[in-house]
């Protein structure tokens, strides 16, 4: 069956970077883009970007562009997203999620368990 | 970007009730539209994609329609299961959501 298995919580401190990991397993990892999504305490749903596992491409939404890293290992079918210079409002889950690899527009079918960010001096 | 505006932001409803939550969309998305279910410290679940077409295994009182810019998700008669946050998602041009609809026991 599909998993999206993420990383354990972390905590960091402001100015820090974290780095979430989401290894995949029950499908073919290459045939589905990975998006990250976060929600901060009590808050709605925020999109990230995504990677395209088979070419690494990227698409980062304007808010988080230059501190926020996508990348995968398809040896071990694990993407990974590293964002950096870390403040408070950080401070969320951050969930991956696949999306079929596909010519029209698609939605996510599967989610991770989602992982706690803390970010507290 | 395109923005997504959800109402209402709460819902209070009853068991065996038929409940309408609407999504408006700042610019035509066509039908790129899905709808989620979240419980408290749960991952999202998808229900509805492509505005109206519904999930495998999700129940039939829940269906989705609209397109361009408006849209709506109506469960049919809630169940006990039912209360929970709902949000809807454009993926027309990137993805942005919409800022969730609390569906909470009356």
């Known amino acids: 069956q599909v998993q999206l298995v993420q990383s354990g919580a972390e905590v960091k401190k402001p100015g820090a970077s974290v780095k979430v990991s989401c290894k995949a397993s029950?499908?073919?990892?290459?045939?589905?883009?990975m998006h990250w999504v976060r929600q901060a305490p009590g808050q709605g749903l925020e999109w990230m970007g995504w990677i395209n596992p088979n070419s690494g491409g990227t698409n980062y939404a304007q808010k988080f562009q230059g501190r926020v890293t996508m990348t995968r290992d398809t040896s071990i079918s694990t993407a990974y997203m590293e964002l950096s210079r870390l403040r408070s409002d950080d401070t969320a889950v951050y969930y991956c999620?696949?999306?079929?690899?596909?010519?029209?527009?698609?939605?996510?079918?599967?989610w991770g368990q989602g992982t706690l960010v803390t970010v507290s001096s | 970007d395109i923005q997504m505006t959800q109402s209402p932001s709460t819902l209070s409803a009853s068991v065996g009730d038929r409940v309408t939550i609407t999504c408006r969309a700042s610019q035509s998305i066509s039908s790129w539209l899905a709808w989620y279910q979240q419980k408290p410290g749960k991952a999202p679940k998808l229900l509805i994609y492509k505005a109206s077409s519904l999930e495998s295994g999700v129940p039939s009182r829940f269906s989705g329609s609209g397109s361009g810019t408006e849209f709506t998700l109506t469960i049919s008669s809630l169940q006990p299961d039912d209360f929970a946050t709902y949000y809807c998602?454009?993926?027309?041009?990137?993805?942005?959501f919409g800022q969730g609809t609390k569906v909470e026991i009356k």
């Open positions: 029950g499908y073919t990892f290459t045939g589905y883009y």
């Open positions: 998602q454009q993926y027309n041009s990137l993805w942005t």
């Open positions: 999620a696949r999306v079929p690899i596909v010519v029209v527009p698609a939605a996510i079918d599967y």
